[in-house]
């Protein structure tokens, strides 16, 4: 769930979102079995593949989001070289971009009130025992929302450091990128329930 | 009809000085008020006061001629009442924009279906239909605020409270916003730094002063 939406229509938008999760869910259960660096790259190609069918502007707009993994390959990559395990590193690292990629383009082709009608079925058995479920409803599109908006209230932060040091923004953005994100959802709690809240 | 009635309110935030020391206001249907005064003089906690989203240490809270006290209270004023948010970032809290205003319909036992034709009618009559599908963190300034409108117009409110709606909006948006606003026959009590603004809209004035409103 990296990326809100695509940019532009694609053949997979029109493909029910029940389809593509129960898709992603299989997949991503198949791609924890494979061994294989061999049919992990395979995988990782089929992918690509997949991104590429719904155009070339999709695929940049849907690869450019999983530039946010590097990090994370780089983690990997050098503990498992530390540990002298490299081929055990390749292989997580792999499976990691291959699920999240899957995750990221049945995201991208979804809209987000069809993918909280399928949570809302899936919840069903909780509400026929009495439990309450929109919350969990909203939370989804919350987080959704709201990710994004953190993301810039932390560059706006690291840019109100610049403009008044030479030094390279530190950990010291923590707390007040804490502060905010509490503020923000406190906001947000008081605007929900300015329309009526959650029943 | 008296909408909003708050007859002599105190509020002070935890280990500050009160803001509001009895203020009193009456908002009747159709009437069109504004608030002023310096900032943090507790103008928009004055709005959040009239939808119960605080709590004043002492005075009284009577909407739709009904004393408004426990939380319970307050959930049919925020069917009824709307309220703009000054930083339209805090009030769109859904994905997409159709999501955002679906949002209060399907909370008053609408159908999605419902929900959908209120979301086409709404941004059909303020002509926003081209934003009705795009990601409500990608808007622009002007167009959050707009929206923001249409999320609380969507719930059909018999009055609303407008906190600084002109905030960061270029002169062809407040101009556009303050044409819609001009059309709607809701009461609407308003807070704005915006003397024009306030003039074109709601020229019955009151100002914070020390804590307690004055007819200006």
Redesign the interface.
Known sequence: MISLTSPLETWAHRVPVGWKLAALSGATLMLFSLQSIILQVAALTLALMLYLSAGSLFARSGLKTLRILWPFFAVIVVWHLIEGTPQKGLMIALRLANTVALANFVTMTSRLSDMIDVAAWLLTPFRHIGLKTRALEIAIALVIRFTPLLGRRGAQLIEAWRARSARHPSWRIALPMTVLALDDADHVAEALKARGGIH | MTIIALEKICFAYPGQPPVLTGASLHLQAGQRLSITGPNGSGKSTLL?IA???QRPSSGAVRIFDKDRKEEADF?EV??RI??V?Q?P????????V??DI???PL??GKS?HEAMAIVDRVLGDLDLMNLKDR???KLSGGEKRLITLA??LA?EPEALLLDEPTNALDPENEARLLEILLSLPQAILLVSHSTPFRAALAPERLELQGGRLVPM
Do not use: I, K
């Open positions: 959040h939808l119960g989203l959930h925020r069917r709307g309220l948010f930083d970032d805090d009030q769109l809290f859904c994905p997409t159709a999501e679906a949002f209060g909370n008053l999605r990601s409500t963190h999320t609380v719930m």
